[in-house]
């Protein structure tokens, strides 16, 4: 389904991008995972040919995604609130993006179905502009329009960002159904390990623009894996905090005994 090649993006000094092969199957659920810099979001926009690669290529059924826009008819993204047409109200966006596809209004209505406990009553029927939606809805909004043409590929950028308990848990139920009963390959990113571990049997894990690990998640088995990896951070950073802190205090109290010292020499 999807081929990295050699694929880098820099901005600046900072490589953001450093992947040299990796394959993404017809059918894979995969989450993609690592703290905030670590490249999640450049690459989606790279494989989406909404970046321009440094060097090396993404291909998507064959298709170079720089060279033609073939792939777009079986895509669907949301990476964030950009992608909605705001002076729109859902139902006219909805059918917007139904039209791009060749759908008709009745089967936009009767795509819009599943949703339904999603939406959760706050999406459809308020009279009111996108822009007016709280971020949570505007993520609804955005995640459903990326689904709405039964795409073969979905690629979601932190789809649990602003949702309460309910909604993630209704997304993730739609998520795995979906893959299952479409075949179709979809990736998303998130800062949840718990929720990418729920969803996805396969995970990859970035640092600094590289995929460092492909982890196969059988029932929940890389969850144990990814804590050691994200606690072993957290701790080296309090050893960092804590030798900053004690050179801080060591500078003080020097100074200090310093400062005695001489008021004692004056007297």
């Known amino acids: 389904m999807i081929r ?3 694929l880098q993006k820099n901005f600046g000094t900072k490589k953001a991008v450093d992947i040299e092969n990796y394959t993404i199957g017809q059918g894979d659920m995969l989450g993609l995972v690592g703290n905030n ?5 450049t690459l989606f926009r790279l494989i989406l040919d909404l970046l321009q690669a440094d060097r090396g290529y993404v291909t998507i059924n064959d298709i170079d995604v720089s060279k033609s826009e073939d792939w777009k008819n ?3 993204a949301f990476i964030d609130d950009g992608f909605l047409i705001d002076y729109l109200t859902p139902e006219e966006y909805f059918y917007f993006i139904g039209k791009m596809y060749g759908l008709k209004k009745e089967e936009v209505d009767e795509r819009l179905l599943p949703f339904e406990r999603f939406m959760n009553g706050e999406v459809m029927g308020q009279k009111k502009f996108i822009r007016n ?3 949570g809805n505007k993520q609804k909004i955005g995640i459903i329009s990326a689904m ?5 590929l ?3 950028d932190e789809p649990f960002n602003f949702l309460d308990p309910s909604s993630q848990s ?3 139920h739609l998520l795995k159904r979906y893959n299952e009963e479409h075949g179709a390959t979809v990736i998303i990113s998130s800062h949840n390990l718990n929720h990418t571990v729920d969803v996805c049997p396969r995970i990859a894990l970035l640092e600094n623009g590289v995929i460092i690990r492909d982890i196969r998640n059988e029932n929940n088995s890389a969850k144990q894996e990814l804590e050691a990896y994200f606690n072993v951070g957290v701790e080296e950073e309090a050893v960092v905090e804590e030798t900053v802190v004690e050179a801080a205090v060591e500078e003080i109290t020097e100074k200090e005994d310093k400062t005695v010292e001489e008021k004692n020499s004056e007297a």
């Open 4 to 6: 990295i090649n050699n």
């Open 37 to 41: 810099g670590a490249g999640k979001t």
């Open 74 to 76: 079986f895509t669907g």
């Open 133 to 135: 939606y709280s971020a």
């Open 148 to 152: 709405l043409h039964h795409p073969q």
């Open 154 to 156: 979905l690629i979601l």
């Open 170 to 172: 209704v997304i993730k």
